[in-house]
Nanobody
Framework: QLQASGGGSVQAGGSLRLSCAASGRTFSAYVMGWFRQAPGKEREFVSAVDRSGSSPYYAESVKGRFSVSRDNAKNTAYLQMNSLKPEDTAVYYC?????????????????WGQGTEVTVSS
């Protein structure tokens, strides 16, 4: 089970840190991904991190502004979002998948958090 938190409303240029807490003892076995979905749009890949936390992956639209990490001892993944833009407004979801092969494909993920809303105003 995944629980995402940390969303909120900020002005453009601001920052937010999302957290994704996992229950269970197999957190370190999963690749963790972050996706977002804006109203009327398809869910899109934002970022992912491998099992150890040593290899992050980013969508081009967030590269250089967002940073993904995880703490396997705390069963938690994080998404630090800086220099936020109005186009970052969406519901953000964390998800878990066993293989890194399809880290950017939301259809391949096995488990999903409930989503946390991020609103960026101009």
């Amino acid at each position: 089970q995944l629980q995402a938190s940390g969303g909120g409303s900020v002005q453009a240029g601001g920052s937010l840190r999302l957290s994704c807490a996992a229950s269970g003892r197999t957190f370190s076995a999963y690749v963790m991904g972050w996706f977002r979905q804006a109203p009327g749009k398809e869910r899109e890949f934002v970022s992912a991190v491998d099992r150890s936390g040593s290899s992050p992956y980013y969508a081009e639209s967030v590269k250089g502004r967002f940073s993904v990490s995880r703490d396997n001892a705390k069963n938690t993944a994080y998404l630090q979002m800086n220099s936020l833009k109005p186009e970052d407004t969406a519901v953000y979801y964390c998800a878990a998948v066993l293989t890194l092969d399809y880290y950017s494909n939301y259809r391949k993920y096995n488990y999903w958090g409930q989503g946390t809303e991020v609103t960026v105003s101009s």
